[in-house]
């Protein structure tokens, strides 16, 4: 890394522990489901709305364990982005990190077709997985 | 230069040798008539030993096909014999997988002695499969318990590997089914995985080395690899699912935890008849090397043989390029199907995947096979995926599918859309997942613990949006609520009232008071009263490898047989009746047939599953149809132009 571009990562680091921690609440036009199985209540919003077609972003999912319940901390999720109709996936994984509260920042999404995706949230308690799930339509 | 120096020159110089000049694969000829042949040995002499898993003995035949001898047990006889081994001095080993022990002759042919037991300690097993021995050593791929095991000639246990342990490091691994062994000169080994589907290399001291391979259809990736052998500098897998031979090169043999592979040659196109041979291969479940080299033994239990291959010219066969096979491999019918409503769901084998169906007409007046309208899920390990799919459920009004990953020890259930009223068409976004049940996981089954982790292999779903659920491993059936909390089990591992041995599915009678599971390792089913929880023996006399379990209309309870192909119907009185079914491949054949199911509007579709179709019969047990690949259904629906000698080898 040369010179130049260390400076610019530290300073861009700073500027993130900097920067104050956001509302870990959800914002009112956040999309809310009940999980499939109805074991859990999440709510989503990504950080570009509609979400792009061929370009990162990233989204946050706030988790609860019902519709005004308690939030779900120190959950094991696992978050993935799929087309069923073309039987594939993103070509790249997400990192999620939790932000407590049961806010969870996810980063790296990338649909890179047009067309419907289904964002799959899959959350582990005990012996059991369940998932919630968002449309998303990229155009 | 005496004269016996002489001839020790001359015979050297017919060994053949890896260097190139020649390679193994050239047909020679086929052994045929064996019943389920799923491991082959070559031992000294190049006398070839085969083991029939489904005639639970090891028959001898010399390298033209004449049979010697055979080896077989009376008390108990061989169960499901999965792995033969014939030692340098010529002590046959056979992993004698439904009777959990590995089983000594001598080289007379003699019983000799015995070891291991149903268990996880030391020295024990939970169906072995694969076997190999050398001067001083055995190695045995215990696949139940997940690890590979070391013992002396006598029994006595040296080590163990287990080969799941990686999982928390490299989950992809974490479903390790290790299906084949291989002891190398330098006296570490090799364990063959079919879980995921590469092969291992250990280290003496349980060191388990690298991986090579993982799943594919591309050379050096295998599917469902289950038996190879080694020679000389060269490994040969069984790639099962891909119908073929993979010779690999390795570069430094004699150092095992370095070893490098590289990609030799592939022998051996997929069989597009039925029941081509001639170098075609269908299902290669082992392959054995002569000590010479000078042949190959590969044992194809579905067809009932082992074909013969000897050395030819080149250094690789000549690829047909016609007959090549460069992408997906080709997809048959699996063992196990659900159908309820207007749908019918049957699992793909190679692909890991559920195939959807539409029973309805589009013409009522005429019969149309089933119509492929989804796919869902697919080889992985997240929710929704699976390593070895096995039993399902499907109840069409709740529009909820149960599906057994045996793999991954998981039960997944899916949610689909479906209206009986629209048009027929396809819907790949129709399935979605809701929820599994890992059963690695602790507390997957309460506060009740079990030797084995729950080997999830059929399920059915209950009125009360519970289900019940078949563990092979623990031979008994577990029951959850609709929250899927543990609720209790029923039945345990055993022959006698009320034991199971490697149980394969199971039926609740429409009113819920009663439980019948197929036990084919003790050649019956078992009955349940669920009132008090009393056994019944059903269908000793008449069933030999039960499988597949259905309520007709009638109220009789029906079964095929995947054994004697054929099924049965028993009454409420417990009195068999014969229904269809004869070994063979026209109207009327089955060739080891798995799942069966009714429709609702009272038809039967069994997996005829050795002939890659499936049949419907009416209520009767009537034929009305059949359908799959058209090679394999022709013989059936037009018997007329059917000739046994086309599919003649």
């Given at each position: 890394m040369s010179?130049?571009?260390?400076?610019?990562?530290?300073?861009?680091?700073?500027?993130?522990?900097?920067?104050p921690?956001?509302?870990?609440?959800?914002?009112?036009?956040a999309?809310?489901?009940?999980?499939?199985?109805?074991?859990?209540?999440?709510?989503?919003?990504?950080?570009?709305?509609?979400?792009?077609?061929?370009?990162?972003?990233?989204?946050?999912?706030w988790?609860?364990?019902?519709?005004?319940?308690?939030p779900i901390e120190?959950?094991?999720?696992?978050?993935?982005?799929?087309?069923?109709?073309h039987?594939?996936?993103?070509l790249?994984?997400?990192?999620?990190?939790?932000?407590?509260?049961?806010?969870?920042?996810v980063?790296?999404?990338?649909?890179?077709?047009a067309?419907n995706?289904?964002?799959?949230?899959?959350?582990?308690?005990?012996?059991?997985?369940?998932?919630?799930?968002?449309?998303?339509?990229?155009e | 230069m005496?004269?016996?120096?002489?001839?020790?020159?001359?015979?050297?110089s017919?060994?053949?040798?890896?260097?190139?000049?020649?390679h193994?694969?050239?047909?020679?000829?086929?052994?045929?008539?064996?019943?389920?042949?799923?491991?082959?040995a070559?031992?000294?002499?190049?006398?070839?030993?085969?083991?029939?898993?489904?005639?639970?003995?090891?028959?001898?035949?010399?390298?033209?096909?004449?049979?010697?001898?055979?080896l077989?047990t009376?008390?108990?006889?061989?169960?499901?014999?999965?792995?033969?081994?014939?030692?340098?001095?010529?002590l046959?080993?056979?992993?004698?997988?439904?009777?959990?022990?590995?089983?000594?002759?001598?080289?007379?042919?003699?019983?000799?002695?015995?070891?291991g037991?149903r268990?996880?300690?030391?020295?024990?097993?939970?169906?072995?499969?694969?076997?190999d021995?050398?001067?001083?050593?055995?190695?045995?791929?215990?696949?139940g318990?997940?690890?590979v095991?070391?013992?002396?000639?006598?029994?006595k246990?040296?080590s163990?590997?287990p080969?799941?342990?990686?999982?928390?490091?490299?989950?992809?691994?974490?479903?390790?089914?290790?299906?084949?062994?291989?002891?190398?000169?330098?006296?570490?080994?090799w364990?063959?995985?079919?879980?995921?589907?590469?092969?291992?290399?250990?280290?003496?001291?349980?060191?388990?080395?690298?991986?090579?391979?993982?799943?594919?259809?591309f050379?050096?990736?295998?599917?469902?690899?289950?038996?190879?052998?080694?020679?000389?500098?060269?490994?040969?897998?069984?790639?099962?699912?891909?119908?073929?031979?993979?010779?690999?090169?390795?570069r430094?043999?004699?150092?095992?935890?370095?070893?490098?592979?590289?990609?030799?040659?592939?022998?051996?196109v997929?069989?597009?008849?039925?029941?081509e041979?001639r170098?075609?291969?269908?299902?290669?479940r082992?392959?054995?090397v002569?000590?010479?080299?000078?042949?190959a033994?590969?044992?194809?239990?579905?067809?009932?043989?082992?074909?013969?291959?000897?050395?030819?010219?080149?250094?690789?066969?000549?690829?047909?390029?016609?007959?090549?096979t460069?992408?997906?491999?080709?997809?048959?019918?699996?063992?196990e199907?659900?159908?309820?409503?207007?749908?019918?769901?049957?699992?793909?084998?190679?692909?890991?995947q559920?195939?959807?169906h539409?029973?309805?007409?589009?013409?009522?007046?005429?019969?149309n096979?089933?119509?492929?309208?989804?796919?869902?899920?697919?080889r992985?390990?997240?929710?929704?995926?699976?390593?070895?799919?096995?039993?399902?459920d499907?109840?069409?009004?709740?529009?909820?599918?149960?599906?057994?990953d045996?793999g991954?020890?998981?039960?997944?259930?899916?949610?689909?859309r479906?209206?009986?009223?629209?048009e027929?068409?396809?819907?790949?976004?129709?399935?979605?997942?809701?929820?599994?049940?890992d059963?690695?996981?602790?507390?997957?089954t309460?506060?009740?613990s079990?030797?084995w982790p729950?080997?999830?292999?059929?399920?059915?779903?209950?009125?009360?949006?519970?289900?019940?659920?078949?563990d092979?491993?623990?031979a008994c059936?577990?029951?959850?609520?609709?929250?899927?909390?543990?609720?209790?089990?029923?039945?345990?591992?055993g022959?006698?009232?009320?034991?199971?041995?490697?149980?394969?599915?199971?039926?609740l009678?429409?009113?819920?008071?009663?439980?019948?599971?197929?036990?084919?390792?003790?050649?019956?089913?078992?009955?349940?009263?669920?009132?008090?929880?009393a056994?019944?023996v059903?269908?000793?006399?008449?069933?030999?490898?039960?499988?597949g379990?259905?309520?007709?209309?009638?109220g009789?309870?029906?079964?095929?047989?995947?054994?004697t192909?054929?099924?049965?119907?028993?009454d409420?009185e417990?009195?068999?009746?014969?229904?269809?079914?004869?070994?063979?491949l026209?109207?009327?054949?089955?060739?080891a047939p798995?799942?069966?199911?009714?429709?609702d509007?009272?038809?039967c579709?069994?997996?005829?599953?050795?002939?890659?179709?499936?049949?419907?019969?009416?209520?009767?047990?009537?034929?009305?149809?059949?359908?799959?690949?058209?090679?394999?259904t022709?013989?059936?629906?037009?018997p007329?132009?059917?000739?046994?000698?086309?599919?003649?080898?």
């Amino acid at each position: 890394m040369s010179r130049s571009a260390r400076w610019l990562a530290t300073t861009l680091t700073l500027l993130l522990c900097a920067c104050p921690k956001s509302d870990s609440s959800p914002p009112s036009d956040a999309r809310a489901t009940l999980s499939q199985a109805g074991g859990f209540y999440v709510r989503w919003k990504p950080s570009i709305e509609p979400p792009p077609l061929n370009k990162a972003f990233d989204g946050t999912l706030w988790l609860s364990t019902r519709v005004e319940g308690e939030p779900i901390e120190l959950a094991q999720l696992d978050v993935d982005c799929r087309m069923p109709a073309h039987r594939h996936g993103m070509l790249q994984e997400v990192d999620i990190i939790e932000e407590g509260a049961g806010r969870y920042s996810v980063r790296g999404f990338l649909c890179h077709m047009a067309g419907n995706w289904v964002l799959q949230v899959d959350l582990t308690q005990g012996a059991i997985t369940e998932r919630a799930q968002f449309d998303i339509l990229i155009e | 230069m005496s004269l016996m120096t002489l001839l020790l020159a001359l015979l050297l110089s017919q060994v053949p040798t890896e260097d190139g000049s020649t390679h193994l694969g050239a047909w020679k000829h086929s052994i045929h008539g064996l019943v389920q042949p799923g491991a082959v040995a070559i031992g000294p002499g190049g006398r070839i030993h085969v083991a029939e898993v489904g005639a639970g003995r090891v028959s001898i035949f010399d390298v033209d096909g004449n049979a010697l001898g055979v080896l077989e047990t009376v008390d108990p006889p061989l169960r499901a014999p999965e792995g033969i081994a014939v030692s340098p001095d010529g002590l046959r080993f056979v992993s004698d997988s439904g009777n959990h022990r590995v089983v000594i002759f001598d080289a007379d042919g003699q019983f000799k002695g015995e070891f291991g037991g149903r268990g996880w300690r030391a020295g024990q097993f939970l169906r072995p499969m694969g076997i190999d021995a050398g001067e001083h050593r055995v190695l045995v791929a215990d696949s139940g318990n997940q690890r590979v095991q070391s013992f002396d000639h006598a029994g006595k246990p040296l080590s163990s590997q287990p080969l799941h342990t990686l999982s928390s490091e490299q989950p992809e691994y974490r479903d390790t089914w290790p299906t084949d062994v291989a002891l190398n000169p330098s006296g570490d080994g090799w364990a063959l995985d079919s879980g995921s589907c590469g092969l291992i290399v250990l280290g003496q001291e349980g060191l388990v080395g690298p991986r090579h391979g993982e799943f594919g259809f591309f050379p050096g990736t295998f599917a469902s690899p289950r038996g190879f052998a080694h020679h000389a500098s060269r490994l040969y897998i069984a790639d099962t699912e891909n119908h073929r031979i993979q010779v690999f090169e390795s570069r430094d043999f004699g150092h095992s935890l370095t070893t490098t592979l590289k990609p030799a040659y592939i022998w051996g196109v997929h069989a597009n008849r039925p029941r081509e041979g001639r170098g075609k291969l269908h299902y290669p479940r082992d392959v054995a090397v002569a000590p010479d080299g000078s042949f190959a033994a590969v044992a194809e239990p579905l067809d009932g043989r082992v074909q013969i291959f000897v050395r030819a010219a080149g250094s690789a066969p000549q690829v047909d390029a016609q007959r090549a096979t460069t992408g997906q491999a080709a997809v048959h019918f699996g063992m196990e199907l659900a159908t309820d409503g207007p749908l019918l769901v049957i699992v793909e084998p190679e692909t890991a995947q559920l195939l959807i169906h539409d029973l309805r007409r589009p013409e009522p007046e005429r019969r149309n096979p089933p119509l492929l309208i989804s796919k869902a899920g697919g080889r992985g390990l997240s929710l929704g995926h699976y390593r070895r799919p096995a039993g399902m459920d499907l109840d069409y009004d709740a529009r909820r599918i149960l599906v057994c990953d045996r793999g991954s020890r998981r039960v997944h259930e899916l949610r689909f859309r479906h209206d009986p009223d629209g048009e027929i068409a396809q819907d790949f976004e129709m399935v979605s997942a809701v929820r599994m049940i890992d059963f690695r996981r602790p507390g997957a089954t309460g506060e009740t613990s079990f030797p084995w982790p729950v080997e999830p292999i059929a399920v059915q779903r209950t009125a009360d949006g519970g289900m019940l659920v078949l563990d092979a491993a623990n031979a008994c059936v577990h029951r959850f609520d609709s929250r899927w909390a543990h609720q209790g089990s029923l039945g345990e591992y055993g022959s006698g009232l009320g034991q199971l041995n490697a149980p394969v599915d199971l039926e609740l009678s429409v009113d819920e008071t009663h439980l019948f599971v197929s036990d084919p390792g003790n050649g019956r089913l078992l009955r349940w009263s669920l009132a008090d929880e009393a056994p019944t023996v059903v269908g000793e006399e008449q069933l030999r490898g039960p499988h597949g379990l259905a309520f007709g209309p009638d109220g009789r309870i029906w079964v095929s047989d995947a054994v004697t192909h054929q099924v049965w119907a028993f009454d409420s009185e417990l009195n068999g009746q014969w229904v269809f079914g004869e070994e063979g491949l026209a109207r009327g054949g089955l060739l080891a047939p798995r799942g069966l199911a009714f429709t609702d509007t009272g038809e039967c579709i069994i997996m005829d599953h050795g002939n890659h179709r499936g049949i419907v019969l009416d209520s009767q047990g009537n034929f009305l149809d059949a359908f799959g690949p058209r090679s394999y259904t022709r013989p059936a629906l037009r018997p007329e132009r059917y000739r046994e000698e086309d599919y003649d080898e």
